[in-house]
Each structure stands twice: as structure tokens, then as C-alpha cells.
T-cell receptor
Framework: LAKTTQPISMDSYEGQEVNITCSHN???????ITWYQQFPSQGPRFIIQ???TKVTNEVASLFIPADRKSSTLSLPRVSLSDTAVYYC??????????????FGAGTRLAVHP | EAQVTQNPRYLITVTGKKLTVTCSQN?????MSWYRQDPGLGLRQIYY???????DKGDVPEGYKVSRKEKRNFPLILESPSPNQTSLYFC?????????????FGDGTRLSIL
């Protein structure tokens, strides 16, 4: 099975840039890398998705190297409201498809004043 | 409003008593999926469905059943619940494949099996 690895936790301060890296050594050829944010007592919420190189939207950037075996979520100028758990999601190449999905264990980000 | 609705939100029950958690989406999505979330383990996929009458096992399917008779509904069935199925469950849907399309998640169902 594909395996994703993320840091368990990170700490930051308001106004700083935060980078969270996810390793996915067996990503499916045609699969995308997706990041989600989860607050306590809520379902995960989509942040950003990419296939290769760099993707940017209004809340984050996603950097993916050429070999696609890792990805880095970048949150610019974090605020207290960015305190949450962040998950990366990829498919499972071993299963032969991209419908079986493997989440990382999540990175708990704490933003301090 | 586009949403994924799960019911019930909370349930405490006893070992062996069959239960069903319903999931419904109003976005005409083809892909639906169930996850369980346990401390330290993140989100693990239980079952998924690519479309009506098409379902397949995820990472942790043991002890669960699903059905997809209509596009909008994807119930999760625990035929004989056991305490190790105590967990927080999420249903999700996406337009097509869950890996290449953003998934929309429900608010979760917290199950306690005594």
C-alpha cells in the first residue's frame, strides 16, 4: 500500500510562513496530491490540489518536485485561525487505481500569538 | 446549499446491535466514500463507490457493509458492531474520482459501541 508520511506536529507564530511536507513514495502515475484542513468537530475541508510543479490559490501554495514522491503545502502569513490538522491525500498505486485513497496521519499545526 | 449530510451525528449502542449510518449528498456527485478517524491514525478509508451499484473496499473494510442504490445515498452498515468500531466516521463525495477531485465531507458521526 502507498504510504504517506507527515510531521506529527508543528508550531508557528502569527505572520510567519509555514511549510508542511508530505512524503508519498508510491503515488499513482495519474493521481493528484490533495491537501485538506480539519478543525475540531468538523469534517476535513479542501485546501489545494496539484499534479506537478507549483500550484497557488488564495489560501496556499503547493510545491511538487519532479519525482512527485513528496509535496509541500505552504501557508503564507498564518493567523491564529490556521490552527488545525492538515492532511495530504494521494491514491494507492498498488491497487491499480486511484480510487482507493490514503490519507497521511495529519500534521497538527499550532499558531501562537 | 451544497452539502453532505450524515445521520445520526452521535450514537451510543451495544455490541451486536445492527446499525446504519446514512449519508446523502445533493451535488450529483458520482464518487462517495466512508472514512473512520481514530486518534493518532488520521483518516482511513472504509469503502468507496465510483457510481451507482459500484462499490469497493478501502483500507479498513472489515466489519462494515455499504450499498449504493441511488447516486445521492451511500449508507454505512455495521451488521454486528463491536467496541473496536467505536470511532468518528465521515462520509465524503466528489464529482468523479476522489483522488483527482476535491472531496466534500460531512460533519461526522461519532459512534460509541459498548
Amino acid at each position: 500500500l502507498a504510504k504517506t508520511t507527515q510531521p506529527i506536529s508543528m508550531d508557528s507564530y502569527e505572520g510567519q510562513e509555514v511549510n508542511i511536507t508530505c512524503s508519498h513514495n508510491n503515488i499513482a502515475t495519474n493521481d493528484y496530491i490533495t491537501w485538506y484542513q480539519q478543525f475540531p468537530s468538523q469534517g476535513p475541508r479542501f485546501i489545494i490540489q496539484g499534479y506537478k510543479t507549483k500550484v497557488t490559490n488564495e489560501v496556499a501554495s503547493l510545491f511538487i518536485p519532479a519525482d512527485r514522491k513528496s509535496s509541500t503545502l505552504s501557508l503564507p502569513r498564518v493567523s491564529l485561525s490556521d490552527t488545525a490538522v492538515y492532511y495530504c491525500l494521494v491514491g494507492d498505486q498498488v491497487s491499480g487505481g486511484y480510487n482507493k485513497l490514503i490519507f497521511g496521519a495529519g500534521t497538527r499545526l499550532a499558531v501562537h500569538p | 446549499e451544497a452539502q453532505v449530510t450524515q445521520n445520526p451525528r452521535y450514537l451510543i449502542t451495544v455490541t451486536g446491535k445492527k446499525l446504519t449510518v446514512t449519508c446523502s449528498q445533493n451535488m450529483n456527485h458520482e464518487y462517495m466514500s466512508w472514512y473512520r478517524q481514530d486518534p493518532g491514525l488520521g483518516l482511513r478509508q472504509i469503502y468507496y463507490s465510483m457510481n451507482v451499484e459500484v462499490t469497493d473496499k478501502g483500507d479498513v473494510p472489515e466489519g462494515y457493509k455499504v450499498s449504493r442504490k441511488e447516486k445521492r445515498n451511500f449508507p454505512l452498515i455495521l451488521e454486528s458492531p463491536s467496541p473496536n468500531q467505536t470511532s468518528l466516521y465521515f462520509c465524503a463525495s466528489s464529482l468523479r474520482d476522489g483522488g483527482n477531485q476535491p472531496q466534500h465531507f460531512g460533519d461526522g458521526t461519532r459512534l460509541s459501541i459498548l
